[in-house]
């Protein structure tokens, strides 16, 4: 069993940037695909983006330009560099980890989530 705690969430202009980690421990997530997802209060949770495991990236459209995934195996760790922060991306950040090492988008394929971070994001 994977355990995946975010951190580097918190209160930031419009414009600003933030990075979030996912540290994970328990099991490896070197051969699988990570996401981040986030959740706004009263909205459902939305994809962000995702990496495989060669690294390969993908992202919401909505993010696309703004926001870059990478990871570090060495650290069993994914992170989430946020630039040009928008009041819109104001949610619960939440990274997961995918049953394969496949890139997927879909929520439903990743089994292992995180607790979540809030990232607020004022006008």
């Known amino acids: 069993q994977v355990q995946l705690v975010e951190s580097g969430g918190g209160l930031v202009q419009a414009g600003g940037s933030l990075r979030l980690s996912c540290a994970a421990s328990?099991?490896?997530?070197?051969?699988?695909?990570m996401g981040w997802f986030r959740q706004a209060p009263g909205k459902e949770r939305e994809f962000v983006g995702a990496?495989?495991?060669?690294?390969?990236?993908y992202y919401a459209d909505s993010v696309k330009g703004r926001f870059t995934i990478s990871r570090d195996n060495a650290k069993n760790t994914m992170y989430l560099q946020m630039t040009s922060l928008k009041p819109e991306d104001t949610a619960v950040y939440y990274c997961?980890?995918?049953?394969?090492?496949?890139?997927?988008?879909?929520?439903?394929?990743?089994?292992?989530w995180g607790q979540g971070t809030q990232v607020t994001v004022s006008s």
């Open positions: 990496i495989s495991w060669t690294s390969s990236t």
């Open positions: 997961a980890r995918a049953y394969t090492a496949v890139l997927t988008t879909e929520l439903s394929n990743f089994g292992s």
């Open positions: 328990g099991r490896t997530i070197s051969t699988y695909t």
